[in-house]
């Protein structure tokens, strides 16, 4: 993952650009809960600025993930632009707002911040399009329960109770 370091304290010009391709490599490598594999293009551009450095990050591809539906995989488009403050400081901090990178070494690695980045632009429900989920995981949830099946004993001493405690009201 040295490959995603970048070297913020020893930047020789006010404007330094940076471009990774995400692959499944770098997926498989972050081990994040989110997003399976991918392929996609992350460019940086890192400004130095008075207070600190602005980050500027732009990533084009497709990741994939699981269909909430069907827990197949789907494709997710990515077209994203996220900037980034960050400063050198004492010790490494990401509190939300600003990335702060200890300035011995001023190296900060950004593969976790670029995965970050990538699985907010995924919403929390994502599914395939209608008819597009796997059809048998479909039909095995679209299939009602059997409702003339025994209810269990110990449920229905509770309807019972509960039955009592509203005609008492």
């Excluded at 907010?120 to 679209?142: F, K, T, W, Y």
Aim: with cysteine; glycine share 6%; hydrophobic share 40%.
């Amino acid at each position: 993952m040295d490959s995603y370091k970048v070297d913020l304290r020893g930047m020789t010009s006010d404007v330094v650009s940076h471009h990774w391709v995400l692959a499944d490599d770098f997926f498989s490598a972050v081990q994040g809960l989110d997003i399976v594999n991918g392929h996609v293009d992350a460019t940086l551009r890192v400004t130095r600025k008075s207070e600190g450095f602005d980050l500027d990050f732009r990533f084009e591809g497709t990741v994939q993930v699981e269909c909430i539906r069907c827990s197949e995989l789907m494709d997710w488009p990515i077209h994203a632009h996220c900037n980034v403050a960050a400063r050198l400081g004492d010790e490494d901090d990401d509190d939300g707002e600003v990335l702060t990178v200890a300035e011995y070494p001023g190296v900060a690695d950004l593969s976790w911040q670029m995965y970050s980045l990538l699985a907010l632009e995924i919403p929390i429900r994502h599914a395939h399009p209608d008819g597009e989920c796997n059809p048998q995981v479909m039909a095995m949830l679209s299939t009602a329960p059997d409702d003339n099946r025994p209810a269990d004993p110990r449920w229905a001493a509770l309807q019972q109770l509960k039955t009592k405690s509203n005609n008492q009201e």
